[in-house]
């Protein structure tokens, strides 16, 4: 049995950081892709960061516009573990935080084509 489990959310201030961890058990996924999606009460649900194994121990990184040069998504596969960096964090980035994961290779920005899910983490900047 698959199973996603996110950690590291919390309450922070504007312009402070945060790192969301996501532990995978019952399957590696190091030759898939993962993301992090996240919702805000009131919004669509939004593809924050996605990672894709581009052959070998390469991924490739893609980031919503809206945290591009803020957030960085990156792996340790010894852990199977995938993680989001929140750096500068700005009050419309509260909201509940989720990873996700495939068995295709490529992210994707469109949050039904993950199969596998965690339970979600929350996350809330003060202003």
């Known amino acids: 049995q698959v199973q996603l489990v996110e950690s590291g959310g919390g309450l922070v201030q504007a312009g402070g950081s945060l790192r969301l961890s996501c532990v995978a058990s019952?399957?590696?996924?190091?030759?898939?892709?993962m993301a992090w999606l996240r919702q805000a009460p009131g919004k669509a649900r939004e593809v924050v960061a996605g990672?894709?194994?581009?052959?070998?121990?390469?991924?490739?990184?893609d980031y919503a516009d809206s945290v591009k040069g803020r957030f960085t998504i990156f792996r340790d596969n010894a852990k199977n573990t995938v993680y989001l960096r929140m750096n500068s964090l700005k009050p419309e980035d509260t909201a509940v935080y989720y990873c996700?994961?495939?068995?295709?290779?490529?992210?994707?920005?469109?949050?039904?084509?993950?199969?596998?899910w965690g339970q979600g983490t929350q996350v809330t900047v003060s202003s």
């Open positions: 996700a994961a495939t068995t295709q290779r490529l992210a994707t920005r469109r949050g039904d084509e993950y199969t596998y």
């Open positions: 990672t894709s194994w581009s052959g070998g121990g390469t991924y490739s990184a």
């Open positions: 019952g399957r590696t996924f190091s030759n898939y892709a």
